[in-house]
């Protein structure tokens, strides 16, 4: 006989809640991309299960089939796959060894790894693209204190130092102003074994984001072009449409397409570009990162398109029909929420119900994750007909929730 804990936790489980014919995507990653796809999963009727490093990460705390495990043990992405129709990612740092093995074993892994390598490294991505004929700015292995002088010098100092792999949100990134900071930033880096490139600096105007989804039969469906707003290497602001493209929108749409058709992406991607000028002024772009997974500069498509990124992550992954990307307002704005230095005494509970007694139309999104400085622990997305009232009111309302006070 079984005790009634027995008896409850056989009642809740996952796999005996589940319908026969409910699809099962496993998502590799406990982030807030994941936590927001399974917002998405439960009303398309499709079942997810997160692959989470603990119990208390942003996804494991909503999702009910959480597997504790390793993402770098290829045992414990077995073992989180299994019965899966689709295995997919919220962030690229599955060793791609590891996909290759799943692939062979039949598993169904969106994107592939093929695809992947290029969201994972960034000079594999830079050589590819530039094989492709896409626009990227100069750009150079460094494997030695020689390379990177040759490099600063053809550049006149112009340069930028990436980490090849693992970099995000302004980590991984460097720019020397000097030879003798270059010598010593190098000479740090390659003595932690750190693998590195370089690019020519490019003068910017602002920066941009194309997102669009690719299914394994070939469909793509892309969003507007946003502008994305970067404060310390931290994207604060997405605003879509992105003011005054004019034809670049086109040009931009389609080479985030083409990317996405020539590497084999499946799932969403995100190109994010540098907007700069050439000699005679006018508007050029460059392809800056690549980002195979739902993207922080999309998340406005939760409240101002028909069909949001993560949605149509999901359809894509289990190859269903896409979804439309028209938007459902002229203008959205999102405006994520970053931890300040202090955490106000007002609760959250109390900062949302301050924010929508003056802003009722805004839509608040919590990642469920405890303070820090700097930290993503939400964004806010707002719509409506005029770009700087709507941009106004998204950092305001986000400005409120970190701090418990207007701006």
Request: one cysteine or more; a negative charge; hydrophobic letters at 45%.
């Amino acid at each position: 006989m079984t005790n009634s804990a027995d008896t409850v936790h056989a009642h809740l489980s996952p796999t005996s809640l589940r319908l026969s014919d409910q699809p099962t995507v496993t998502v590799i990653g406990d982030g807030q991309l994941a936590r927001m796809m399974h917002t998405e999963a439960i009303e398309l009727g499709v079942h997810v299960r997160i692959l989470a490093s603990d119990a208390h990460n942003s996804a494991a705390q909503v999702v009910g089939d959480v597997v504790i495990g390793d993402y770098t043990d290829l045992a414990d992405v077995r073992a989180v796959v299994a019965g899966s129709d689709a295995v997919t990612f919220d962030h690229e740092h599955v060793p791609t060894e590891h996909l290759h093995a799943l692939r062979a074993a039949g598993v169904n892994v969106q994107p592939g790894p093929e695809a992947l390598v290029n969201a994972q490294d960034k000079l594999v991505m830079r050589t590819k693209l530039a094989q492709l004929g896409a626009p990227v700015p100069e750009f150079a292995a460094i494997e030695s204190l020689d390379d990177a002088r040759s490099f600063f010098a053809a550049m006149n100092g112009a340069v930028c130092i990436k980490a090849r792999r693992g970099g995000y949100d302004g980590h991984g990134v460097w720019f020397p102003d000097t030879r003798e900071e270059l010598d010593e930033l190098i000479t740090k880096l390659l003595d932690a074994g750190t693998l590195l490139m370089a690019e020519r600096k490019v003068a910017l105007v602002r920066e941009l984001s194309a997102m669009v989804a690719r299914t394994p039969s070939g469909a793509t469906q892309a969003w507007p072009v946003v502008e994305s707003v970067q404060t310390n290497g931290i994207c604060t602001l997405a605003i879509a449409p992105a003011p005054g493209l004019g034809a670049v929108e086109t040009q931009v749409r389609e080479l985030a397409a083409t990317i996405a058709t020539s590497l084999g992406v499946t799932g969403a991607l995100a190109v994010e570009l540098f907007e700069t000028r050439n000699a005679h002024g006018e508007p050029e772009i460059f392809v800056n990162e690549l980002a195979m997974r739902p993207h922080n500069t999309g998340h406005w498509t939760q409240d101002g398109c028909i069909t949001s990124q993560f949605e149509q992550h999901l359809r894509a992954v289990l190859d269903f029909p896409l979804g439309s990307t028209e938007m459902t307002a002229p203008v959205t704005v999102m405006a994520n929420v970053l931890g300040a230095e202090n955490d106000p005494e007002m609760s959250m509970a109390e900062r949302m119900r301050q924010v929508w007694l003056r802003h009722p139309e805004a839509k608040i999104h919590l990642y469920g994750k405890s303070h820090r400085a700097g930290r993503k622990i939400g964004h806010v997305n707002v719509s409506g007909d005029d770009v700087n009232q709507v941009r106004s009111t998204a950092l305001a309302c986000a400005h409120f929730l970190v701090h418990a006070r207007w701006p």
